[in-house]
Nanobody, 119 residues
């Protein structure tokens, strides 16, 4: 399984970015896909996620500003980030979870993409 993340960059306060996570196979083979972020000196945290059934969840800090979506034809999950704040600055990681009856949970990670919001 390969996850290719892209779309990070430098943006000013209030700006927007869209992150993309392209999977090497069908995104419906995963129980859950999401975006995490890690700022310097902080723990990695879940920003937004989407289940195979389409249920989405967001961190309180990004609700109303970020939107996770997917395109099954492109095997890609997106994170649209609007009204960006300096505290959104972090390395963003794409994550995919596959849960099997015997093997249990398996997590797959893409390479990080840096998002920097300047004030």
């Amino acid at each position: 399984v390969q996850l290719q993340a892209s779309g990070g960059g430098l943006v000013q306060l209030g700006g927007s970015l869209r992150l993309s996570c392209a999977a090497s196979g069908s995104i419906f083979s995963f129980n859950h896909m999401g975006w995490y972020r890690q700022a310097p000196g902080k723990l990695r945290e879940l920003v937004a996620g989407i289940s195979s059934g389409g249920t989405t969840n967001y961190a309180d800090s990004v609700k109303g500003r970020f939107t996770i979506s997917r395109d099954s034809a492109k095997n890609t999950v997106y994170l649209q980030m609007n009204s960006l704040k300096p505290e959104d600055t972090a390395v963003y990681y794409c994550n995919a979870v596959r849960i099997a009856p015997v093997a249990g949970r398996a997590d797959y990670w893409g390479q990080g993409t840096q998002v920097t919001v300047s004030s």
